[in-house]
């Protein structure tokens, strides 16, 4: 009998809260599938970054999928639709992407049925955020529920679990977590719209929501540095 | 004010379902949004005829979006694994394709929610079928249900009617219903395995399927004449 870690697949942008997420789920004792959807988002850089995050957490596959999302428009962050920067408002913002959340859960589903995993990652959290509806622990079980009736692997009695371990953390926690973690941080990326010269723009809400993390938590951040 | 119709998003493969699917959504008094997903799968003829379909319904819109769930494998639709000859059996045969239905009506809802539209339909039945649990009436439920808490539309309180017309339908009355319809199925496709010089196999689970439908219905199919 062997003792090989059980697959996860995990959800993986490049930004800080997945790769604490994926970094947790190794804790765990998962061998770690990474999945990134290039949907052809605006901040393509995150790209660069999901892959130097999935080599230092040492995966055990990285599979980065072209996804044109952009074919359908009708988000700031695929289409020509100007980034707020004026700060976190209440309210869904014009960079949600329609239904995206559940487009990369499906596709996470599809990789771990045919690998034969049962858990999947996902960053999520519902209190330092945008206000995206597929953020909410509701949409999380929803969609768990959905997942067993879709698939062979969850009609068969061995259904999935979603986890999603910084549900209820806000970013200063995260950035903690990370810290303690000693995570390199310095290979995450969360801006949704870099200067030219590939520098994070400061003012969106990702940008924002990072600062107040690292901020809060009184670590200084190394892509800043 | 205007009498536009309004929009749908129809899910379309190119086969006798999906097509006759189609014709009713636009008898139903909807613009047809026609969405194909290429997940290189092994029949790719049935994206021509995808392509075929939309133009003879005069589709207002068709998106054939690359997606390639061959990076996943797991199916003998995407994989170099051989597809079953033998005979419809009981269970979930080797052709089922980890978590399709899901991604594919999550990309339905992207691109629906992108438009404005709120009604999507799906040609999938749950009587004359391959036992995939992707077509089942409670696998649509639980969607519809996910979708509401998945997305901006969703939450704000007009969510989506996912629309499965022959949902109870066996292939007979498929035929039938769409013959009548004056449809002309010679554009449609259905085999898993087309021959080297492009014929129907036969023998696989969709051209049983199909032939046990036109025959209950006494109608010739046109693509074998």
Redesign the interface.
Known sequence: MTNDPKDAVVLLSGGLDSTLTAAIAIENGFALNALTIDYNQRHRCELQAAHAVAKMLKAKQH?T?????S?????ALTDDIDVPKGGVDKG?PVT????????FL??T???????GARDIFIGVNALDYSGY??C?P??IA??T???R????A??SGTGFTIHAPLQHWDKARIVKEATERQLDLSRTWSCYDPTASGQPCGLCDSCRLRAKGFAAADVADPILI
């Open positions: 599979v999928l072209p996804l044109d999302l074919r359908f428009g009708g988000s869904i949600y992407v329609p239904a995206r959340n559940l487009v499906s596709l589903l599809a990789w771990a049925e045919a690998i509806p597929d909410r509701e949409f929803s969609f529920q959905t997942a009736l879709a698939t062979r969850g009609t």
